[in-house]
T-cell receptor, first 113, second 112 residues
Framework: SAVISQKPSRDICQRGTSLTIQCQVD?????MFWYRQQPGQSLTLIAT?????????ESGFVIDKFPISRPNLTFSTLTVSNMSPEDSSIYLC??????????FGQGTRLTVV | GENVEQHPSTLSVQEGDSAVIKCTYS??????FPWYKQELGKGPQLIID?????GEKKDQRIAVTLNKTAKHFSLHITETQPEDSAVYFC???????????FGKGTMLLVSP
């Protein structure tokens, strides 16, 4: 299994600002994913973070709002830009090697005021 | 794309009872079905999974069954304990793809 560390674990931010969330994995993985989980809701995939190329975004999510970096096979960042209260959610990093098990970080609980 | 429906949204049981959560999926190409448990303030944790070449899988008090014809799969928890209280998510993955599609979750409450 993979051990995933996310930072920060929680934050309260002012609207209009940006927050960068870090995801560190204890082993090299091909696939890293970013999910959003709104209060009391399920997990929605934001994008797949590709090493060495641009992230692949799901419908409804755009790079200008959620820029992603993937500089190597163990690390990725997700930035939530120009935040509004609607961006208040839990953001989760996940890794999956091919079609094996997927593992999740503990999440970043973001509150925008 | 894949669509996963999960029922019930909440489930309350007495300690020692069994709990069953059901999911249906839409894409017959899906071949991997994991179940996750999410406790308050934590990320989802994989508790059991099943692939389409197997009809049932068991791990101590937890079991998952899969009916490919009907496109549904279920999580069974026996002898429930208060520490089983959490939100449970089912998910499905289409063959050859790494992304997972999640159900909306079931909040399980086990009362002592």
């Amino acid at each position: 299994s993979a051990v995933i560390s996310q930072k920060p674990s929680r934050d309260i931010c002012q609207r209009g600002t940006s927050l960068t969330i870090q995801c560190q994995v204890d082993s090299q993985v091909t696939m890293m994913f970013w999910y959003r989980q709104q209060p009391g809701q399920s997990l929605t995939l934001i994008a797949t973070a590709n090493q060495g190329s641009e992230a692949t975004y799901e419908s409804g999510f755009v790079i200008d709002k959620f820029p992603i970096s993937r500089p190597n096979l163990t690390f990725s960042t997700l930035t939530v830009s120009n935040m509004s209260p609607e961006d208040s959610s839990i953001y989760l990093c996940s890794v999956r090697e091919g079609t094996t098990e997927a593992f999740f970080g503990q999440g970043t609980r973001l509150t925008v005021v | 794309g894949e669509n996963v429906e999960q029922h019930p949204s909440t489930l309350s049981v007495q300690e020692g009872d069994s709990a069953v959560i059901k999911c249906t999926y839409s894409d017959s190409a899906s071949n991997y079905f994991p179940w996750y448990k999410q406790e308050l303030g934590k990320g989802p944790q994989l508790i059991i999974d099943i692939r389409s070449n197997v009809g049932e899988k068991k791990d101590q008090r937890i079991a998952v069954t899969l009916n490919k014809t009907a496109k549904h799969f279920s999580l069974h928890i026996t002898e429930t304990q208060p520490e089983d209280s959490a939100v449970y998510f089912c998910a499905a993955s289409i063959s050859g793809y790494s992304t997972l599609t999640f159900g909306k979750g079931t909040m399980l409450l086990v009362s002592p």
